[in-house]
């Protein structure tokens, strides 16, 4: 019994990701969650709860999904320099050209709804940030480099979502491959404040 509970929970989230998929953001309500799965209201309400619920769970279920995979990717890059940044800019490289746009909106609203959502992101970017400063540090001495390509890469993924590229497949691939070297760079030190007023 219990199994079979897991399953379709699973079975919901994907039926979230169709719906969104399909009609946008604007069309994710628990009424067409269950015609998509076939079931009552009342069974995803069950699961779920509400709909802040289930898109509280979606988006748990897309972060988890995304750090897994991040996760595979640092294993196999295991002792190289800049783990954690290098598998996230593998993981983008991997799904680059996929249009997530109409999900990215479900989230960002979700977000703008729901702390939930907005602690289950900040923790993420958080642990992100954390790492890869500490890899940077221990890799290359100043983690400035690393945490603007980190940033740059969220700004990009950020325009992507709202439809925005303009980057070709070369040129996104020439982005990232300018992002792996970001670490290694030698940023100037800040120049110490002067008085530039006129006498």
Partial sequence: MGRKQTIDRAEILRAVETVVARDGAAGLTIGAV????????????????????????????????????VRER????????NQRLNSILDKYQACAGVDDSQIALAISAAMVASHGC?????????DDIQTIISEAVQDVGDPAPALIAYLALWGLKSLEFQGVSGCDPALRDKVVTALRALPFLSLPLPLA???????
């Fill in 34 to 69: 269950a015609a998509e799965m076939g079931i009552s209201k009342a069974g995803v309400l069950y699961d779920f709860g509400s709909k802040e619920g289930l898109i509280l769970a979606y988006t748990e279920s897309r972060i988890d999904g995304w750090r897994e995979e």
């Fill in 74 to 81: 640092e294993i196999a890059r295991k002792g190289e320099a």
């Fill in 118 to 126: 907005r602690d289950i992101v900040r923790r993420a970017h958080e």
């Fill in 193 to 199: 404040s002067e008085n530039t007023g006129t006498e």
